[in-house]
């Protein structure tokens, strides 16, 4: 983000303008100009607030209002996501359902408001990234600034005088720093040297990296779809809108964007821990797939486990959730057969109990000749414990399986042209039938089990049990990119902290009584112990390549101390 840089006033002394000029540049954060209030204007207004947009303080603002923005899409159902939900929450809460509409909480990530954060944010990362990429270039492409006149002023530095001539210093220090991978070069008198260049570039491309992650949350939006499917064995499935349960996609999305492949459930294997804490938790969990891609593809055999997809072209089919589909026959008093399906039923547990309802619409005349239709309410255990236990299944798997029915006749409400469930089972213009005992008729069914209706009115029978797989079919465009931009951000993010921005001078002159004084100083971007500590230590192997002279009143055995980097006067420490 861009920050606002300030050199040294028109009024400083010449050494802290010196100083302000060494320290320049160690950041690519856009210099801002105060606009001349008095005469602003049109253009002025317009780059005062291009300025404020691209300013940090605000783009951190937009940041924060647009993770503020994402918790109600979070906790308030959303209608691209599950119309059921915000239809009940409608209903419940009439009021504040009306005050969700208005403000646009149903439908959060496609709000307007939303969306201006979103756009706002974009357009403020974008006019920050362009001024500061252009700016570093401009400073990979010059030199390093020449050493200030004072270096004792710098935060780091030391001095020592050598009896070897300023130019072997000066060789010598530039090639120690270029060893180091410094940038150097000779400045007059002096090496000046500048490190840390990658900080820059992590914070470019932390930014960088938003904007992909931005571009790539937005394109997956517009362009996503997904759609579920449940598939009981030996049925199939075509990638086409018309198959699916539920499909739900982003505004841009069209149907010729499908990827065109089919499948069909071969089998569902399903193993289950028999005893012990984890008792009923899956231990085989797969569906055996023929699929084939295009209308005139080779066929083809896959196995799909959780959280391992079949992927066809950018279409990805994971496997989300497995139940029982009782396989049930109902036939007249005549004894033809009118119904004769597997009925998938949902289940209520993690052991599978289910229950859902079974629908004879056509083709049934009761024992009169008259048409009706039938409809019963089903229970399912696949494990039951017996008639001493509790009403529900004691396992997940098919050890015990007992269908329980419950019979009715009428009008099942299907013609009425109002949607309804396919598993639920609208009563209101049902009849029960009658046991002999003049109470509902219900029994319990194993397989191969058949109930008879009273009055010879027809039978079920209860064949046995298949089972049926969910399959979700998603498309999300962008979240390779959008995966790629969260690492960039993370790496260009711990770049940008860790890595320190610094420059190093050495100074090698003559003195006045001919012996070379030797100057070396560093600069930091920011307050770190990293600048003393590699400057003690360039110095440490220089001193060793130049040591130190004498001075002129101690006696030739004494000899002279190695430098020792301090904090120079006026210097924090």
Known sequence: MSKTTTGAPADATPDEQDLGAAGSQLSTAPKEELPNLPSLGVIGWARWFWRQLTSMRVALLLLLLLSLGAIPGSLIPQSGTDETKV??????????????????????????????????LFISLIGCIVPRTWQFVGQLRGRPPGAPRRMTRLPAYTTWRTEAEPEQVREAALALLKKRRFRAHLAGDAVAAEKG????????????????????????????????????????????????????????????????????????????????????????????????VGAYGKDEKTTVKVNEPLTIGDS?????????????????????????????????????TSSGAIKVMDGYRNAKGVKEQLGFQAFFLPTYGGANSAVVSQ???????????????????????????????????????????????RENLKPGETMQLPDGAGSVTYEGTKEWANFQITRQPGSGWA?????????????????????????????????????MAGLGRSESAKVPEELGDLAGILYDQAPGAPEPEDSDDTPTPDPQVVPAEGAEK
């Open 197 to 292: 260049y990658l900080r820059e570039v992590g914070n470019l491309a932390f930014h960088i990296a938003l904007i992909v992650m931005l571009t790539a949350f937005a394109w997956g939006q517009l362009f996503k779809m997904e759609g579920n499917k449940l598939i009981v064995e030996g049925d199939g499935f075509s990638n086409t809108i018309t198959q699916y349960d539920d499909f739900k996609s982003g505004n841009l999305f069209s149907q010729d964007s499908l990827d065109p492949f089919s499948f069909v459930l071969d089998d569902f294997t399903g193993t289950y821990e028999p005893s012990g804490p984890n008792k009923g938790t899956p231990r085989t969990y797969q569906a055996t797939l023929d699929y084939s």
């Open 395 to 441: 396992f997940p798997a098919l050890n015990n399986p007992v269908l329980n029915l419950e019979a009715y006749h009428g009008d099942l409400g299907v013609d009425a042209g109002i949607p309804q469930s396919v598993y639920q089972l609208d009563k209101t213009h049902l009849k029960e039938f009658k046991n002999s005992k003049g109470t509902q008729l």
């Open 87 to 120: 239809a009940d929450f409608r209903s419940a809460h009439p009021t504040l359902g009306d005050v969700y509409d208005k403000l646009g909480l149903f439908h959060v990530y496609s709000s307007v408001w939303f969306s201006a954060i979103y756009i706002l």
């Open 316 to 352: 990805k089919v994971y496997l989300t959730a497995h139940g029982y589909a009782p396989v049930i026959t109902v036939r007249d008093g005549k004894g033809n057969v009118v119904y004769s399906q597997a009925v998938p039923l949902l289940p209520l547990d993690s052991n599978v």
């Open 483 to 519: 995966l790629g931009g969260s690492v960039a951000a993370i790496f260009g993010l711990a770049g940008s902290l860790f890595i320190q921005r610094r420059r190093v001078w050495v100074r090698a002159v003559k003195g006045d009584d001919g012996v070379t004084v030797v100057e």
